[in-house]
């Protein structure tokens, strides 16, 4: 089997690393790919732009391509599966429809809404005194959402009048966040502790991955603006059995069942944003694809033969009978960001250090490029460092052993991944 994956980032190195373990892949294409992706056995960079239909289909032809398997939101969000389809070739994303779930807040809250789907009261406008007069009948704090897609960074969480006025002002007037804030969602402030859940479907049946707990805000303690994300770990512990059966229930299920209602089966990666208050689940959001940085803790567990259940879940059916099996062990990811980030930053600074390592952790690439021989950053986020252990605590301690050896001129990371999840283990042996 032949696989493209589509994307650059951190999770399509994790998405290529894993599919090529499988002893049914005999080579794994990565449109554009990055540094790291191409230095993995098996697999090889196409320079391909993930917005360019064509190409990527004439790649597909080229190479004689099996699957195409879509990382990141904004090629699915325009379609590239219905394109590939429609010229007969196996692609592993949802419909453009589906991907509203994530390509539109208020879609998917109104989907949510019609299939009762626990989730925050939520007001949509597009209206910019409209959206004042909500503001000031709020209680605080709110949460302020850019109705399309953002990078993970569409998303304030206003404590006050003043900073949820600005917030509506700045997304609304095509400030912060051009088109994708023409249309802004106000929601009520869920406290609870967050976590992430991600499954693979082919539209009715639905295989959950191992669960896993991202961190956004860009500073320790969760301090900070919003990011796409400073690390992740797996699994993660606020998800009890009794919590996993009401996701499933109350949750991933309806969500597939009801896209199937609606002549709109889902199928591939289906990413639930969670918020666990009091032992229940809410949705915070949906993504239409593999989180990053969730991909990487979350596949370096996966013990299944990731190609072929892939391959499985492009059809109709394809999954019944199977299941996803992971490792008993924990695993750390930690991400290494540009100065700067998630605001403005700098690029094409030297790394050094990326040929050390220590025993039990991998780096994937997300933000880096290659010149004249040597790697240098080249987006936000930049480096994601992995590492598994028995226990989060001693993960996290050779994650950071590993990142702490790779270095580039301001370079940034949040020191306390998986806190909670250590906090947890640390009153259980207390």
């Known amino acids: 089997m032949k696989v493209l994956v589509i994307g650059s980032g951190g999770r399509e190195h994790a998405l290529a690393w894993s599919l090529a373990q499988s002893s049914e892949v005999s080579e794994v294409f990565v449109a554009p790919g990055n540094p790291g992706t191409a230095r993995e056995p098996k697999v090889r960079n196409v320079a391909l732009s993930v917005s360019d239909h064509d190409a990527i289909e004439k790649a597909v032809q080229t190479h004689s391509i099996d699957l195409t398997v879509v990382g990141p939101e904004q090629p699915i969000v325009a379609g590239l599966k219905d394109f590939l389809d429609s010229n007969g070739h196996k692609c592993l994303a949802p419909s453009m429809f589906a991907a509203q779930l994530e390509g539109s807040k208020s879609f998917a809250k109104e989907f949510m809404k019609r299939h009762?789907?626990?989730?925050?009261?939520?007001?949509?406008t597009h209206d910019i005194d409209e959206a004042c007069a909500r503001i000031r009948r709020s209680e605080f704090?709110?949460?302020?959402?850019?109705?399309?897609?953002?990078?993970?960074k569409g998303v304030?969480?206003?404590?006050?009048?003043?900073?949820?006025?600005?917030a509506a002002r700045n997304m609304l007037s095509g400030r912060a966040f051009g088109d994708a804030a023409s249309t802004i969602v106000i929601e009520e402030f869920l406290a609870g502790e967050e976590a992430s859940f991600i499954v693979l479907t082919d539209g009715e049946n639905v295989l959950p991955f191992a669960t896993s707990q991202d961190h956004k805000p860009a500073f320790d303690g969760d301090k900070g603006p919003n990011t796409g994300g400073m690390?992740?770990?797996?699994?993660?512990?606020?998800?009890d059995d009794d919590v996993h059966k009401k996701i499933m229930d109350h949750i991933v299920n309806p969500t597939i069942q009801g896209m199937q209602e609606e002549n709109n089966p889902y199928h591939g990666f289906l990413y639930v944003g969670l918020m666990i208050q009091e032992q229940e689940p809410y949705v915070v959001e949906y993504?239409?694809?593999?989180?990053?940085?969730?991909?990487?803790?979350?596949?370096?567990?996966?013990?299944?033969?990731?190609a072929t259940h892939c391959l499985a879940a492009t059809e109709a059916g394809g999954l019944a009978g199977r299941q996803l099996k992971?490792?008993?062990?924990?695993?750390?990811?930690?991400?290494?960001?540009?100065?700067?980030?998630?605001?403005?930053?700098?690029?094409?600074?030297?790394?050094?250090?990326?040929?050390?390592?220590?025993?039990?952790t991998k780096v994937f690439h997300a933000g880096t490029k290659e010149e004249q021989g040597r790697i240098?950053?080249?987006?936000?986020?930049?480096?994601t460092v992995v590492s598994s252990g028995p226990?989060?605590?001693l993960a996290q301690r050779n994650a950071y052993a590993r990142a702490n050896k790779i270095q580039w001129s301001g370079v940034h990371m949040r020191t306390d991944i998986g806190h909670k999840a250590i906090a947890r283990e640390r009153k259980k042996t207390a």
């Open 391 to 393: 226990t989060v605590e």
């Open 156 to 166: 304030v969480v206003a404590h006050s009048l003043n900073q949820a006025l600005n």
């Open 376 to 383: 240098v950053t080249s987006g936000g986020r930049v480096l």
């Open 116 to 124: 009762q789907i626990p989730t925050a009261n939520s007001f949509v």
């Open 141 to 152: 704090p709110i949460v302020i959402k850019a109705d399309g897609l953002a990078a993970g």
């Open 287 to 306: 993504n239409c694809r593999f989180g990053d940085p969730e991909a990487q803790p979350v596949l370096m567990r996966l013990q299944t033969d990731f």
């Open 231 to 239: 690390g992740a770990y797996s699994p993660a512990p606020v998800i």
């Open 326 to 360: 992971f490792k008993k062990n924990c695993t750390v990811a930690v991400v290494l960001t540009s100065p700067g980030y998630p605001g403005k930053y700098k690029t094409n600074l030297p790394i050094s250090g990326l040929n050390s390592n220590v025993p039990g």
